[in-house]
């Protein structure tokens, strides 16, 4: 069974940066692409950046509102993704999730995860 922990959020105030980190372990995590969502209050998950897996190295995409500011990687050898969130902003504030990919390219569409971690709040502060 995979499990998928994340850690690694906070509080910030506006400005700040924070590094997420979702390990994996229990299932493959090489050839999935893997993304992060999040969920603010009273609001539906949505999609925040995606990795893909390839033997050169996953393509990256990103929801338009972060584009600039965060940067997902991935290292397969330790079998952990990680979101890197600069220049923050209280409309970042949510509980991050990550998930793995049911393919290995990535996708936005939430129906294509099929494991979910528990979730790390991420609280920025104005």
């Known amino acids: 069974q995979v499990q998928l922990v994340e850690s690694g959020g906070g509080l910030v105030q506006a400005g700040g940066s924070l590094r997420l980190s979702c390990a994996a372990s229990g299932g493959t995590f090489s050839s999935y692409a893997m993304g992060w969502f999040r969920q603010g209050p009273g609001k539906e998950r949505e999609f925040v950046a995606a990795i893909g897996w390839s033997w050169s190295g996953g393509n990256t995409y990103y929801r338009d509102s972060v584009k600039g500011r965060f940067t997902i990687s991935r290292d397969n050898a330790k079998g952990t993704v990680y979101l890197q969130m600069n220049s923050l902003k209280p409309e970042d504030t949510a509980v991050y999730y990550c998930?793995?990919?049911?393919?290995?390219?990535?996708?936005?569409?939430?129906?294509?995860?099929?494991?979910w971690g528990q979730g790390t709040q991420v609280t920025v502060s104005s």
């Open positions: 998930a793995r990919n049911k393919g290995s390219r990535w996708t936005d569409d939430i129906n294509d995860y099929d494991y």
